[in-house]
């Protein structure tokens, strides 16, 4: 997805979010989620680490997110928007 895709009329949604996340240039991003994932599956369920470990998770990849050259033009909003839906 090219750069003048995020400057479009419409919002960007789940799709536009894993348009960009198809681009080569988001693969440290794609690392980032998986190890997440993957992280899970070695731990015993515990609903208030969990809770509090993916609430990190996401406070972490917005950020990184709102920095990556992908999304750099992308308002607070645009990525909430594509991270929450």
Do not use: G, Y
Not at 59 to 64: I, L, Q, R, S, Y
């Amino acid at each position: 997805m090219d750069s003048s895709s995020s400057s479009s009329s419409t919002e960007p949604n789940f799709h536009d979010f894993l348009a960009r996340l198809r681009n080569p240039a988001s693969a440290d991003l794609v690392r980032s989620i998986k190890s997440f994932i993957v992280s899970f599956t070695f731990h015993t369920t515990n609903t208030e680490n969990d809770s509090r470990k993916l609430q990190d998770f996401l406070m972490t990849m917005k950020a990184n997110i709102r920095e990556h050259p992908l999304w750099i033009n992308c308002t607070d909003e645009e990525i909430d928007s594509a991270l929450l839906r």
